[in-house]
T-cell receptor
Framework: DTGVSQDPRHKITKRGQNVTFRCDPI?????LYWYRQTLGQGPEFLTY????????KSRLLSDRFSAERPKGSFSTLEIQRTEQGDSAMYLC????????????FGSGTQLSVL | KQEVTQIPAALSVPEGENLVLNCSFT??????LQWFRQDPGKGLTSLLL?????REQTSGRLNASLDKSSGRSTLYIAASQPGDSATYLC???????????FGSGTRLLVRP
């Protein structure tokens, strides 16, 4: 068990470009979450998957953001036409079934939009 | 709308002190509350999870309490060590959702 893995660790892009991040959850976890965190703030919820189904999505997630979890394994988060305001740490977390299960977070992808 | 507040925003203490971090929330209809630790540039590590029906949870030198009716939780750290230096975040999960709503955290520095 290697924990939750995120790739890349850092991404620098120019405004207007598309970026994609990948998350590999702990293998037996069927729940997967994406959060966004800016400096000095707590993480903000973006979206939640149970297996391959996207069951909850924040209003913060504009049409430029899309997430997928094909086959209920790894997940990708894509941001189209990036803006400077998208600069943040993007965190992925996973948990097993059960409403009171602890979340395990990855180390995050730090996005900088120039 | 649920709001989570953490006080103080930053705290500096000498090694060996016992300390208390505070978390308050505006809507008491929570399902559980979690305390996390975050080291600079890293992800979050779950420390303690308290179900809404529980009053406290303990793990080693850490003790978290929950008073759901008053919308408050505290994280007590006994005999603090320099290795405890990190940002501590509390987060609540509401009855009707799987998402966590986080506070902004308390940045703790334990001086040797």
């Amino acid at each position: 068990d290697t924990g939750v893995s995120q790739d890349p660790r850092h991404k620098i892009t120019k405004r207007g470009q598309n970026v994609t991040f990948r998350c590999d959850p702990i293998s037996e976890h069927n729940r997967l979450y994406w959060y966004r965190q800016t400096l000095g703030q707590g993480p903000e919820f973006l979206t939640y998957f149970q297996n391959e189904a996207q069951l909850e999505k924040s209003r913060l997630l504009s049409d430029r953001f899309s997430a997928e979890r094909p086959k209920g394994s790894f997940s990708t988060l894509e941001i189209q036409r990036t803006e400077q305001g998208d600069s943040a740490m993007y965190l992925c977390a996973s948990s097993s079934t059960g409403f009171n299960e602890k979340l395990f977070f990855g180390s995050g992808t730090q996005l900088s939009v120039l | 709308k649920q709001e989570v507040t953490q006080i103080p925003a930053a705290l500096s203490v000498p090694e060996g002190e016992n300390l208390v971090l505070n978390c308050s929330f505006t809507d008491s209809a929570i399902y559980n509350l979690q305390w996390f630790r975050q080291d600079p540039g890293k992800g979050l590590t779950s420390l303690l999870l308290i179900q809404s029906s529980q009053r406290e949870q303990t793990s080693g030198r850490l003790n978290a309490s929950l008073d759901k009716s008053s919308g408050r939780s505290t994280l007590y750290i006994a005999a603090s060590q320099p290795g405890d230096s990190a940002t501590y975040l509390c987060a609540v999960r509401m009855d009707s959702s799987y998402k966590l709503i986080f506070g902004s955290g308390t940045r703790l520095l334990v001086r040797p």
